[in-house]
């Protein structure tokens, strides 16, 4: 593709304008939105709301109005990005207190099975996670297991599988119908962490009969650094399950200040202490902003700017690691490079902001209300010309940072 | 006392410039800080620049820039408060969460001890959260007593004593020293939870060879809506505590992405998912104040703020139902009166905001590092010829609001 080629998609392209909604630097391009998406102007004037009026003018009396529905008010937003009833969505804490939630939740339903199945390589909070929950859960045990041995670990002691819909290195992606179905039949309840699919695919969790999900918000949602994470309980669980960490914002009558817990009917038992307002507000804007987005358009420029980078790292003879066909992956794409660490902070130089995972992943997030196809064509461009000058990538690029 | 004597006690307070550093609103009298403290200008500008600068231009390079030393950092600059060391404190989560992750923690070490002993009337969540955690842990139980009874409910088979130090009803305050000792005289580890505390009374933990401690930053501290709580875990308890919430950002080597949790050293084990970094920015200038305030000044004007609230009481026949000796309390001051709800609403009218809280208490908090002896008068004397006007408190205030 030429550069030429890449503006006439750009031309055509139903999603072009979305690109202004966001605050991001001229000078860079910007392929790590699937590890902390921009700000969007909306959110700006949010958090500035948040702080000058409602805290700093209206004071306490802004729990009154407006903060405290923001929880099940955000959730319901969220709600059809994940193919989920309104009342099935709650935000707040963090996806790995969520996981927690949800987890000894689940292990908690049936004596008889208490074991957590889920893959090895999973996203670390995941199984750090599901260590905690079952040292919570009498009897209760992790089965870690590789993709390939997990439908033949479920059986009739598993509890619950525990997947992440979309991998956080690969961008392998399992098929959520399936995959809650064969959960089901072994008898076993089916929990999704979306951290790296909202925003990214379209989800249809209810059609799934999944049963629960986590996910977070800072990703693909642009909902700000640590953002508040939701968890998803489907209709038929919600009265049958309890949260293991009972704080007072779940409980039935929060402002009654009685000794004992009452869990709240619906997904307000799943809230503990008092949600990060100014956090909540930075991530309220950037969920409405899908209302306004056509999902089929995005899966398809999402294509397109695959295709250009996969264009790219082939001409920089890059070993990709994500599966060529869309249905098959998240939105995001990665390649092994014995020194992927230096050519990383190399693209950052040259503004090409992408990231490195552990040992040898180079990961560029692809994102299509922000980026253009003119992006990623200037990304692969700088990608294949800092391969090609690969002696250049000296030992000041050595030095890991603490987070890339 | 009159007008002109507030007016003088003004003249002379050491902490009259302090006023200047909060954005509070010129036509109210704020007296709710023990449940949200006021916006400083301080924290403004710092969440603007986290949104602006720090999200908006650095982006993910910002985890880099300060963000991942965030809870480590935030809870060294709160440690002078509670008398602790930098390295006993982090800041991160709920007061709820971090007290399960306490609690979990205290019930594990010894097979032999699994009694929560806490009050009851203690903040709600206190006692739900700990119903929680003794659920995950087998045959571990809390037994709540009341105040009278504390003592006696210690014994050979208790895990922790887990004490709110100031009451948030009365602001009866516990003695730091000796409720400490007399956990630790049964065998007991020590809880503290110093949300109505810290910021209003002077904290020693490590003099008082506390065990552990959480609060919350949002009242005295002025820390904003939901800012994230602490968590303090005495020096030599830390190798010996782990956290059941194992999350990523606990693990001793987060961005290694290994399957298997180890827990970092020090405090940074209490970690759980991603901080969110809007309302950890608010909270950090607003920690650094305190390093300019002195303590013995808030300590005095506190309890001259009161003796004014106090007197204004007495003129409308108030029953007081906080200590008056400043050692026994912390700093807020709560009446009872029969139509309490209306009575705060009525005052809210008149631009003086405090709260009510179940059943019949109107409490008020003395915050001196923004409230004026003249304030605490002005309050006082429309309390007084509010209390005096009660035929006009009418049913338009009698539909409680969800907070108040």
Redesign the interface.
């Known amino acids: 593709m030429t550069r030429d080629e890449a503006r006439a998609l750009d031309d055509a392209d139903p999603l072009a304008a979305m690109r202004d909604r966001f605050?991001?630097?001229s000078d860079?391009i910007?392929l790590?939105g699937n590890?902390?998406g921009?700000?969007t102007h909306a959110?700006?004037a949010a958090?500035?709301d948040?702080?000058?009026r409602?805290?700093?003018?209206r004071?306490?009396?802004?729990?009154?109005e407006g903060?405290?529905d923001a929880p099940v008010r955000l959730g319901a937003k969220l709600a059809p990005l994940l193919g989920a009833a309104a009342h099935e969505v709650i935000v707040g804490?963090?996806?790995?207190?969520n996981l927690?939630k949800a987890l000894?939740a689940a292990l908690r339903l049936d004596p008889a099975r208490r074991v957590v199945v889920s893959e090895?390589?999973?996203?670390?909070?995941d199984?750090?996670?599901a260590?905690?929950a079952v040292?919570?859960?009498?009897g209760a045990e992790l089965r870690?297991v590789p993709r390939a041995d997990l439908e033949a670990a479920l059986g009739d002691d598993t509890a619950v599988l525990m997947l992440t819909h979309v991998h956080y290195k690969t961008a392998e992606r399992f098929d959520l119908g399936p995959w809650t179905a064969r959960a089901h039949a072994a008898g076993a309840l089916m929990l999704w962490d979306l951290s790296h699919s909202v925003g990214a695919v379209p989800l249809a969790l209810d059609d799934a009969h999944a049963d629960l999900a986590v996910g977070?918000t800072?990703k693909y949602l642009n909902g700000?650094?640590?953002?508040?994470?939701f968890l998803y309980v489907a209709d038929r669980w919600q009265h049958r399950l309890e949260?293991?960490?009972?704080?007072?914002?779940g409980?039935a009558e929060?402002?009654?200040?009685?000794?004992?817990?009452r869990p709240a009917p619906g997904m307000k038992r799943w809230l503990?202490?008092?949600?990060?307002?100014?956090?909540?507000?930075?991530l309220e804007p950037a969920l409405d902003l899908w209302a306004e987005v056509d999902q089929a358009a995005v899966a398809s420029k999402g294509a397109a700017l695959f295709d250009i980078l996969l264009a790219a790292g082939e001409a920089a003879s890059l070993p990709c690691i994500t599966p060529t066909d869309p249905a098959a992956r998240g939105s995001h794409i990665s390649f092994r490079h014995p020194h992927a660490y230096a050519l990383a902070q190399a693209l950052?130089e040259r503004g090409v902001?992408g990231?490195f995972?552990?040992p040898d992943i180079l990961r560029f997030g692809l994102t299509p209300l922000y980026l253009s196809h003119e992006d990623a064509w200037r990304a692969g461009e700088l990608l294949r010309q800092t391969v090609a000058a690969e002696p250049w990538l000296g030992p000041r690029f050595a030095t890991r940072?603490?987070?890339?």
């Open positions: 605050a991001l630097p860079v910007y790590d590890s902390l921009p700000l959110s700006r958090v500035a948040c702080a000058e409602q805290w700093g003018d004071l306490i009396r802004s729990w009154n903060w405290i804490d963090t996806t790995s207190a927690f000894v090895l390589g999973n996203f670390p909070t199984l750090h996670i260590e905690g040292a919570c859960v009498p870690a977070c800072y700000g650094p640590g953002a508040p994470a949260s293991p960490l009972s704080g007072w914002m409980h929060p402002f009654a200040f009685t000794d004992r817990y503990v202490g008092t949600p990060p307002m100014l956090s909540m507000a930075a950052i902001i990231d995972r552990d940072l603490a987070v890339t």
